[in-house]
C-alpha cells in the first residue's frame, strides 16, 4: 500500500498543475513562494529496497484573480492532516531535509520515515519542507550552493510556519485535533531551521514564542556547535517545543567533511554542544557513535536516523512520552550529560 505524505516547498514549478513537479532552484516568484500538496509513494517489497513516488498532486491555489474567491492550497493541506490525525489519533512529523536532497529524494526520505518512526498504537502522518538543494554531491561546488539555499530558504520555512498558527487560530480549538505535532531536522536543514527560527522571532518581539511541538529532533545536525548558546543562532528554540532532542556522532563522516574541508567551526551533529554551562534542561543529549553505520558506504555514518535500527527504536520511545530515562538500551554518561544509544 502506497504512504501518503504531505509537502510544503519554495522550489521552481517545472511541471502543471495536472503533473506537478519542481527543480533545483527557487520558485519563479522568489524564494518565499511556496506551493503545498501531497503524494503518495510506495515502500520498497524487501527490507533495503527503494522507496518510489507513485504520484505527487498539488493543492490548487487562487490569490491573484480581481474578484475570484481566494483558495489556499496551504489551507486544503492543513484541513486533509487535520481530519487524517483526528480520525487516526495520529501526531505529526514534519521533516526540514538537508544537503544534496532533490524534490523526489525528499519525499522518498519522508515516507520512510512516516514508515519507520510509527508503531502499533502510535500512528503518525508525515510532512517535509522541500528547499532547493542540488540533489548533487559535486565536491566543494554543491555544498556552499545548498548552504546558501538553505539559508536564504529559512524565511520561507518561518512562513510555512506562521502559516500553521494563522489556521490554529482560524479554526478555533473546537476544531484542533489536540495531537502532538514534532518536527525532525536534519543534516544542512538544521541550518535552514536556524533562519526560520530568526524568521520566527521577528514576528514576536519582545515575547516568548508560541510552543508548537511536542519534540524538535536535531539530527545530524551540519550547524555550529555553539548554536544553542547564541541567540541569533538557535538559543531561543526550546521555546517552540516542550523539548528538543539533540543526535549526534563523533564519526558521522559528512560532518567531519564539512568540519575539516569547507572551514566549518565544529558540528552540533559531531560533537553535540560546545557547552553544557546553561544548556536548558528540555534539550536532550543522543550520541548516536555506536549505531551510525549504514548501507551503502556513500551513507558515511550520517543517515543513522531513518536507517539504524537503534535509532529508529529510540525515537518511538520518545514519540511515545517516555521520558529520557525511561527509554531502553540506552546508557547514561554523566560527564557528558548525554544518553549513549547501544547497538543491538
Given at each position: 500500500?502506497?504512504?501518503?505524505?504531505?509537502?510544503?516547498?519554495?522550489?521552481?514549478?517545472?511541471?502543471?498543475?495536472?503533473?506537478?513537479?519542481?527543480g533545483?532552484?527557487?520558485h519563479?516568484?522568489?524564494?518565499q513562494?511556496?506551493r503545498?500538496?501531497?503524494?503518495?509513494?510506495q515502500?520498497?517489497?524487501?527490507?533495503?529496497?527503494?522507496?518510489?513516488?507513485?504520484s505527487?498532486?498539488?493543492?490548487?491555489?487562487q490569490i491573484?484573480?480581481?474578484?475570484?474567491?481566494?483558495?489556499l492550497?496551504?489551507?486544503?493541506?492543513?484541513?486533509?492532516l487535520?481530519?487524517?490525525?483526528?480520525?487516526e489519533?495520529?501526531?505529526?512529523?514534519?521533516?526540514i531535509?538537508?544537503y544534496?536532497?532533490?524534490?523526489?529524494?525528499?519525499?522518498?526520505?519522508v515516507?520512510q520515515?512516516?514508515?519507520?518512526?510509527?508503531?502499533?498504537?502510535?500512528?503518525?502522518?508525515?510532512?517535509?519542507?522541500?528547499?532547493?538543494?542540488?540533489?548533487?554531491?559535486i565536491?566543494?561546488?554543491?555544498?556552499?550552493?545548498?548552504?546558501?539555499?538553505a539559508?536564504?530558504?529559512?524565511?520561507?520555512?518561518?512562513?510555512?510556519?506562521?502559516?500553521?498558527?494563522?489556521?490554529?487560530r482560524?479554526?478555533?480549538?473546537d476544531?484542533y485535533?489536540?495531537?502532538?505535532?514534532h518536527?525532525?531536522a536534519?543534516s544542512?536543514?538544521n541550518?535552514?531551521l536556524?533562519?526560520?527560527l530568526?524568521?520566527?522571532i521577528?514576528?514576536?518581539?519582545?515575547?516568548?514564542?508560541?510552543?508548537?511541538?511536542?519534540?524538535?529532533?536535531?539530527m545530524?545536525?551540519d550547524?555550529?556547535?555553539?548554536?544553542?548558546?547564541?541567540?541569533?543562532k538557535?538559543?531561543?528554540?526550546?521555546?517552540?517545543?516542550?523539548?528538543?532532542?539533540?543526535?549526534?556522532?563523533a564519526?558521522?563522516?559528512?560532518?567531519?567533511?564539512?568540519?575539516e574541508?569547507?572551514?566549518?567551526?565544529d558540528?552540533?551533529?559531531?560533537?553535540?554542544?560546545?557547552?553544557?554551562?546553561?544548556?536548558?534542561h528540555?534539550?536532550?543529549?543522543?550520541?548516536?557513535?555506536?549505531?551510525?553505520?549504514t548501507?551503502?558506504?556513500?551513507?558515511?555514518?550520517h543517515?543513522?536516523?531513518?536507517?539504524?535500527?537503534?535509532?529508529?527504536?529510540?525515537?518511538?520511545?520518545?514519540l511515545a512520552?517516555?521520558t529520557?530515562?525511561?527509554?531502553?538500551?540506552?546508557?547514561y554518561v554523566?560527564?557528558k550529560?548525554?544518553?549513549?544509544?547501544r547497538a543491538?
Amino acid at each position: 500500500m502506497a504512504i501518503t505524505v504531505y509537502y510544503a516547498t519554495n522550489r521552481n514549478e517545472t511541471g502543471t498543475d495536472a503533473s506537478p513537479g519542481f527543480g533545483p532552484n527557487f520558485h519563479q516568484k522568489g524564494p518565499q513562494y511556496l506551493r503545498f500538496g501531497s503524494a503518495e509513494v510506495q515502500p520498497p517489497a524487501a527490507p533495503g529496497g527503494d522507496y518510489q513516488v507513485v504520484s505527487v498532486q498539488l493543492a490548487p491555489e487562487q490569490i491573484t484573480t480581481p474578484g475570484a474567491p481566494q483558495v489556499l492550497g496551504s489551507r486544503q493541506v492543513f484541513d486533509e492532516l487535520r481530519n487524517r490525525m483526528k480520525t487516526e489519533r495520529a501526531d505529526l512529523i514534519l521533516l526540514i531535509h538537508g544537503y544534496s536532497c532533490d524534490f523526489t529524494t525528499a519525499l522518498q526520505r519522508v515516507a520512510q520515515v512516516k514508515q519507520e518512526y510509527q508503531q502499533a498504537g502510535h500512528p503518525v502522518e508525515a510532512a517535509v519542507f522541500s528547499w532547493p538543494a542540488d540533489g548533487e554531491m559535486i565536491p566543494w561546488v554543491s555544498y556552499y550552493s545548498d548552504r546558501d539555499d538553505a539559508k536564504a530558504s529559512g524565511p520561507a520555512i518561518a512562513r510555512a510556519f506562521l502559516k500553521l498558527l494563522d489556521y490554529f487560530r482560524d479554526i478555533g480549538p473546537d476544531q484542533y485535533c489536540w495531537q502532538h505535532l514534532h518536527l525532525v531536522a536534519h543534516s544542512m536543514g538544521n541550518y535552514a531551521l536556524r533562519y526560520a527560527l530568526q524568521g520566527i522571532i521577528a514576528q514576536y518581539p519582545g515575547n516568548t514564542l508560541p510552543r508548537v511541538f511536542q519534540n524538535i529532533f536535531l539530527m545530524a545536525a551540519d550547524e555550529d556547535n555553539d548554536a544553542l548558546e547564541l541567540d541569533y543562532k538557535m538559543a531561543r528554540l526550546p521555546e517552540l517545543a516542550q523539548a528538543v532532542q539533540v543526535y549526534y556522532s563523533a564519526t558521522d563522516g559528512a560532518l567531519s567533511i564539512s568540519d575539516e574541508t569547507k572551514g566549518n567551526p565544529d558540528r552540533l551533529g559531531s560533537t553535540g554542544p560546545r557547552t553544557l554551562t546553561n544548556l536548558p534542561h528540555k534539550i536532550t543529549l543522543v550520541d548516536c557513535r555506536k549505531v551510525n553505520e549504514t548501507s551503502p558506504p556513500t551513507d558515511v555514518r550520517h543517515q543513522y536516523y531513518r536507517k539504524r535500527p537503534e535509532v529508529i527504536a529510540d525515537v518511538r520511545q520518545v514519540l511515545a512520552g517516555l521520558t529520557p530515562d525511561e527509554i531502553t538500551n540506552r546508557d547514561y554518561v554523566a560527564e557528558k550529560r548525554a544518553y549513549r544509544i547501544r547497538a543491538f
